[in-house]
């Protein structure tokens, strides 16, 4: 009798740690991005609320680093249950088998745009890289640029350029000032892109390198136009009444992802995080603090003029923008950053 009130009490005991454990596996998530403000907008908007409406925390790291996330994957140590990956790597981390498959069921995926989840990840944020200048210089009630390839045009706008120093976009870039159309910059003809863009150099006075630096050097007057992401210029436009324009004709729209790795401990509870993120009143909010929007079709429902002229999602400018493949990149980034960087330094 003794020692079966010992099995039935070391039974109970087994199955209130399991119930434990899996309490303790369902009410926390882990997730990896960017960081900085983008971070405390993303907690303000979506992650304290979530904790407050399922009891699961939420627990935030930065920098996004795929060789990271590949390590932990492989190694079978997963600690991040969601994580935001580049444009140019969620490609390779699908072929690589890094990425959970997601239950699209558990989604609102009749309200999301066409394009803007696929079975491996969920929009997050898109962006575009566009042009802005000091308005001081071109006020929008003159004559001002209204394109990327014024970058080339001295002749109306005189003065330096500020260019990110990346073969992202500046190719792209090169390409249709090379004449070639929107839908066929891929496979971008580097050649081509190359002389436009030996026309474009001398006239380089900073490759920025972060957000923040492509468009303090307009502010601070070290060039009057130059290429920036388009919540940068948003930021201090919208907030701050700094004297920017942005023109969005021959733009590079790009798009980050939110993903579940594989071997994610705590994946069910890292759906449901986005899956709430995916609301139009939180991505509308979201996007008035940032300048960047989510996947929702319903997000410009809550959101004003104002915020609508810098988003990337907004419909005009998608248009007239050139999407960026992440396939070529993919295939072409190691070769296509070597080129560029010689091509930097070279005379």
């Known amino acids: 009798m003794l020692n079966r009130m010992l099995l039935l009490a070391a039974a109970s005991l087994l199955a209130f740690s399991g119930m434990q454990r899996a309490r303790a596996q369902s009410d926390v998530v882990y997730i990896n991005s960017s960081g900085g403000v983008l971070d405390d907008v993303f907690r303000k908007v979506?992650?304290?609320?979530?904790?407050?409406a399922t009891?699961?925390?939420v627990i935030n790291s930065a920098p996004v680093d795929n060789a990271k996330l590949r390590a932990m994957v492989l190694s079978g140590n997963t600690e991040w249950d969601v994580t935001e990956i580049d444009g140019g790597d969620f490609p390779r981390g699908i072929k690589q088998g890094l990425l959970q498959k997601l239950d699209l069921q558990q989604l609102p995926t009749k309200d999301m745009v066409e394009g803007s989840f696929n079975d491996y990840g969920v929009w997050d944020g898109p962006y575009s890289t566009i042009l802005t200048w000091n308005t001081?210089?071109?006020p929008l009630t003159g004559k001002h640029p209204t394109s990327l390839?014024?970058?080339?045009?001295q002749q109306d706008f005189p003065g330096p350029r500020c260019i990110r120093k990346d073969a992202i976009d500046n190719i792209e870039f090169g390409a249709l000032h090379a004449g070639v159309p929107r839908n066929g910059v891929y496979p971008v003809d580097q050649d081509k892109a190359y002389k436009e863009l030996d026309k474009l150099k001398p006239n380089v006075a900073v490759w920025w390198t972060t957000g923040a630096q492509s468009v303090q050097v307009l502010?601070?007057?070290d060039c009057v136009m130059g290429t920036a992401w388009n919540g940068r210029p948003y930021q201090l436009v919208v907030r701050d009444g700094a004297h920017l324009g942005v023109a969005w004709e021959d733009a590079v729209l790009h798009m980050a992802w939110w993903v579940i790795p594989k071997g994610a401990k705590h994946s069910d509870a890292a759906l449901k995080l986005i899956a709430f993120m995916q609301d139009p009143q939180r991505q509308a909010a979201s996007a008035k603090e940032s300048g960047?929007?989510?996947?929702?079709?319903?997000?410009?429902?809550?959101l004003p003029e104002n915020v609508r002229d810098f988003l990337a999602t907004t419909p005009a400018h998608v248009g007239?923008?050139?999407s960026a493949n992440d396939e070529w990149w993919d295939a072409n980034a190691v070769a296509a950053e070597r080129r560029f960087t010689s091509w930097v330094i070279g005379q």
């Not at 979506?46 to 407050?52: E, L, S």
């Not at 960047?292 to 809550?302: I, K, V």
């Open 149 to 153: 390839m014024d970058l080339w045009n």
């Open 46 to 52: 979506d992650w304290d609320p979530f904790t407050k």
């Open 292 to 302: 960047y929007a989510g996947g929702n079709s319903h997000d410009a429902d809550y």
């Open 136 to 138: 001081d210089i071109w």
């Open 219 to 221: 502010v601070n007057r």
């Open 320 to 322: 007239v923008s050139v």
């Open 55 to 57: 009891g699961i925390r």
